[in-house]
Structure formats: structure tokens, C-alpha cells
């Protein structure tokens, strides 16, 4: 059973491109989350998502950053017209829909803006 | 707000026992996790309590203490590769969207010396 997959790994974008980062969860998860990790600092909620729809987004910033996980292929977390402060890693975790515990990390994306 | 907060650093000697306490907002709780953290990589999943008392996984053991709003992860017999950055996050809420979203405390970096 694969685990939480990520792509890119790494992802370089200059200022005021987009950046657009996938995560495919784990087989069977139904439950996708988006966190943010600045250089020592801790993670950040961003959003919660199920197949389609937004659950919690109260960790999103209000302009250029967008999500979703539609019925087919991966969630994608956007970040529109990138600043060097987005320059982070973003990890996305999943769980099962019936086991509200552990969530499951992906391997993260790290983005750079030069 | 939802404080999580756990010492910054810590050090400690191979094969010794280590405890890294996790303090939090008792109000809306509804469970506290560990995860371990290496350099660079994505957070593994260690232990989740959300009854008071002891939970034992082999070297590692998770306390909570809901009417404290305390928690600890006591690490045994520790070993060089057990050298990383131990992160508490914290659910609150009961509610569809809350009781999916971990709030996350800065970690705590360990470092195993020989």
C-alpha cells in the first residue's frame, strides 16, 4: 500500500509565477490536509479537504492560495503569483474516512522563490 | 487562542530516558499526538491519547493529563537515530470540521549524544 505521495519534491518559481503542488493520499483515504512548515517554525493548518469539498479552510491565506481534491486524480494546493515569504514546505497528510486518529505525511514539497 | 507549548531544545546521552513535556488550552479538547520529525523529512506518527494515563509502544510512552492540560513523551534506552525534532499537536472541537484539524506546537529538538 503506497503511502501519502508528493510532487514535486522540490519546486523553484520566481516572483510572481504559480506554484502547484499535488498530493495524492493514501489508497482508501478519503481526507486530505494541507500544512505549511516556515524554517524553524512549527506546522501550519491550512485546509481540510474531502473528495470535492472544503472542509476547513480558516489556515488559508484570503488572496492567492487555493485548494482542492476533485472526484478524480489529486488534491492540488495553488499559490498564485508567488511571493519569496511562500518559500516553505508544504506537507499534505491524509487518514481513512472511519479512523479519526493518526494522519499519514507525505514526504513534503519544498518550494523556493528566487 | 490555542497555545501548545514544549521546550525549544533538549539534550540527552544514549541509552538514558528522556521526557519532553507539552503543555495546552484544556477548553474544546479532544486529543494530543506525537510525532517524530528528522531534518528534512516528512513528521511520523507516534502516539495519540485523549483518555488520562499512560500509553506504551514499545521505547516510547505518551502521558496525558486532561484536567491539566498536560502531556509527555518519555523516550527509553534512547539511541543515536532517536535525534530529531518531536512535535505535540492538539485536536479541539467536536464538530465536522473541527475535529479533523491539528493544531501544532513549535517541536522540541532532541539531540542524542554518545
Known amino acids: 500500500n503506497a503511502g501519502v505521495m508528493q510532487n514535486p519534491r522540490h519546486l523553484v518559481r520566481r516572483r510572481g509565477q504559480e506554484a502547484r503542488l499535488r498530493c495524492s493520499p493514501m489508497?482508501?483515504?478519503?481526507?486530505v490536509y494541507w500544512y505549511r512548515q516556515l524554517p524553524e517554525e512549527g506546522l501550519k493548518f491550512m485546509v481540510y479537504l474531502q473528495k470535492e469539498n472544503i472542509i476547513d479552510e480558516s489556515g488559508m491565506p484570503k488572496e492567492r492560495f487555493s485548494a482542492e481534491f476533485p472526484k478524480e486524480g489529486p488534491s492540488i494546493l495553488r499559490i498564485q503569483q508567488v511571493v519569496r515569504g511562500d518559500s516553505a514546505a508544504y506537507f499534505c497528510?491524509?487518514?481513512?474516512?472511519?479512523?479519526?486518529?493518526?494522519?499519514?505525511f507525505g514526504p513534503g514539497t519544498r518550494l523556493t522563490v528566487l | 487562542g490555542q497555545n501548545i507549548d514544549q521546550p525549544t531544545e533538549m539534550t540527552a546521552t544514549e541509552g538514558a530516558i528522556v521526557q519532553i513535556n507539552c503543555t495546552y488550552q484544556t477548553s474544546g479538547f479532544n486529543g494530543l499526538f506525537w510525532y517524530q520529525q528528522h531534518a528534512g523529512e516528512a513528521p511520523t506518527f507516534l502516539s495519540y491519547?485523549?483518555l488520562d494515563g499512560l500509553e506504551e509502544k514499545g521505547r516510547f510512552s505518551s502521558f496525558l493529563s486532561r484536567s491539566k492540560g498536560y502531556s509527555y513523551l518519555l523516550l527509553k534506552e534512547l539511541q543515536m537515530k532517536d535525534s530529531a525534532s518531536y512535535l505535540c499537536?492538539?485536536?479541539w472541537g467536536m464538530g465536522a470540521g473541527n475535529n479533523r484539524k491539528l493544531i501544532w506546537g513549535l517541536g522540541t529538538s532532541l539531540a542524542v549524544n554518545p
Open positions: 491519547n485523549v
Open positions: 489508497k482508501g483515504h478519503s481526507h
Open positions: 499537536a492538539v485536536r
Open positions: 497528510a491524509s487518514s481513512p474516512q472511519r479512523q479519526q486518529n493518526e494522519q499519514f
